[in-house]
């Protein structure tokens, strides 16, 4: 199985701080997703990235910056972190062929203070 | 624009009981439908995923529908558990590399 691994899964940072988010996947997936989830909004997409050192912007990359070096790593910044970007942050990956399914890891509780 | 929508958004059944979850559509154009599943505070655990040529998918007591014509997919669980609590997401690709996703049903089944 599939599997992607978020490094934390709860982080409190200060207002203010960069912040860094990391995702690894196991199954050399093409593509890599940056989600954020409120309660009453959904799931939202702020980047993703389909190779390595590409990226595109989702729906609300406003505050943020994507990472990908490396195929199986993608991480997500928070330049300057506010309190308005407290949230979920969930992390998927999905081979390139457009028949495959999306993998979700179990998600980053981030709470800026 | 792709817009889909869960019905209900919440659902409370006694153990036992077999339901139906719904998901529908505006358009057709899709390449595959998958149900999700997550716990309050968890990740998306991947249940079903449907290819547009496909009619339905069945993984243990899960059952899953899809009527791309009509906008349309089912998510049909039997004989209920309470493990079975959670929220159920439903979400298609359009096109590229981007899900969209329904807001969920949350589901509570009593003991």
């Known amino acids: 199985d599939v599997k992607v691994t978020q490094s934390s899964r709860y982080l409190v940072k200060r207002t203010g701080e960069k912040v860094f988010l990391e995702c690894v996947q196991d199954?050399?997936?093409?593509?890599m997703f940056w989600y954020r989830q409120d309660p009453g909004l959904g799931l939202r997409l702020i980047y993703f990235s389909y190779d390595v050192k590409m990226k595109e912007k989702g729906d609300i990359p406003e505050g943020y910056s994507v990472s990908r070096e490396k195929k199986e790593r993608f991480s997500l910044i928070l330049e300057s972190a506010s309190t308005n970007q407290t949230s979920m942050y969930l992390c998927?990956?999905?081979?390139?062929?457009?028949?495959?399914?999306?993998?979700f890891g179990s998600g980053t509780r981030l709470t800026v203070v | 624009k792709q817009e889909v929508t869960q019905i209900p958004a919440a659902l409370s059944v006694p153990e036992g009981e077999n339901l139906v979850l719904n998901c529908s559509f505006t358009?057709?154009?899709?390449?595959?439908l998958q149900w999700f599943r997550q716990d309050p505070g968890k990740g998306l655990t991947s249940l079903l995923l449907i290819q547009s040529s496909q009619r339905e998918q069945t993984s243990g007591r899960l059952n899953a529908s899809l009527d791309k014509s009509s906008g349309r997919s089912t998510l049909y669980i039997a004989a209920s558990q309470p493990g079975d609590s959670a929220t159920y997401l439903c979400?298609?690709?359009?096109?590229?590399?981007?899900?969209?996703f329904g807001a969920g049903t949350i589901l509570r089944v009593k003991s």
């Open positions: 199954m050399d997936h093409e593509n």
């Open positions: 998927a990956s999905s081979a390139g062929a457009l028949n495959y399914g999306y993998t």
């Open positions: 358009d057709s154009a899709i390449y595959n």
């Open positions: 979400a298609v690709r359009p096109d590229g590399n981007k899900l969209v």
